[in-house]
T-cell receptor, first 115, second 114 residues
Framework: AQKVTQAQTEISVVEKEDVTLDCVYE???????LFWYKQPPSGELVFLIR??????QNEISGRYSWNFQKSTSSFNFTITASQVVDSAVYFC????????????FGQGTELSVKP | DTGVSQDPRHKITKRGQNVTFRCDPI?????LYWYRQTLGQGPEFLTY????????KSRLLSDRFSAERPKGSFSTLEIQRTEQGDSAMYLC????????????FGPGTRLLVL
């Protein structure tokens, strides 16, 4: 069975603080893909990053960075110097290679960045 | 390049009525997915199409739900005899690859069944 766990339901920070959103996954597939999506109050899911299981390099994109560790089945997301516009619900998702491409989502972490 | 669009954005209906939602994927994307999201939860997979073929349906998709993708372009999701438990956000996503490719989501249709 495939599963994604985002243990942090809500996080509140003050602007300019760094924040890390945790994601732990379970899968029996050797080839799989991991994603992060952002869902602002408008409701539309916005794609942030995709990683395949053979690429454990960390990635940085502006204030965003991702740490993928197969040894701990984790794919954590860090926002550096958070801004109010980062306030949203963030979802981690998993897709197994033989699963038809369907995404298995975690329950999401609601991030609130206060000025 | 326009993104995924969904219509309507909001729908309020009475229990027992039928409703139909439409999704227009990104042009030339061969795969189209439907998900359902209830309050405070992550989206859950319902079904997906590769071109016009419906390749998988979740057990969440009861007999009252049906989806089509005629000619492999837009897709419709119909719910017959709606129940209050059907109240949710229905999300559509499309991708131009096979399994594991990035899915791009539409704005969703928010359904409220009274």
């Amino acid at each position: 069975a495939q599963k994604v766990t985002q243990a942090q339901t809500e996080i509140s920070v003050v602007e300019k603080e760094d924040v890390t959103l945790d994601c732990v996954y379970e899968t029996r597939d050797t080839t799989y893909y991991l994603f992060w999506y952002k869902q602002p109050p408008s409701g539309e899911l916005v794609f942030l990053i995709r990683r395949n299981s053979f690429d454990e390099q960390n990635e940085i994109s502006g204030r965003y960075s991702w740490n993928f560790q197969k040894s701990t089945s984790s794919f954590n997301f860090t926002i550096t110097a958070s801004q109010v516009v980062d306030s949203a619900v963030y979802f981690c998702a998993l897709s197994g290679y033989n699963q038809g491409g369907k995404l298995i989502f975690g329950q999401g972490t609601e991030l609130s960045v206060k000025p | 390049d326009t993104g995924v669009s969904q219509d309507p954005r909001h729908k309020i209906t009475k229990r027992g009525q039928n409703v139909t939602f439409r999704c227009d994927p990104i042009s030339e994307h061969n795969r189209l997915y439907w998900y359902r999201q209830t309050l405070g939860q992550g989206p859950e997979f319902l079904t997906y199409f590769q071109n016009e073929a419906q390749l998988e349906k979740s057990r969440l998709l009861s007999d009252r739900f049906s989806a089509e993708r005629p000619k492999g372009s837009f897709s419709t999701l119909e719910i017959q005899r709606t129940e209050q438990g059907d109240s949710a956000m229905y999300l559509c996503a499309s991708t131009d690859g096979g399994g594991g490719e990035t899915q791009y989501f539409g704005p969703g249709t928010r359904l409220l069944v009274l």
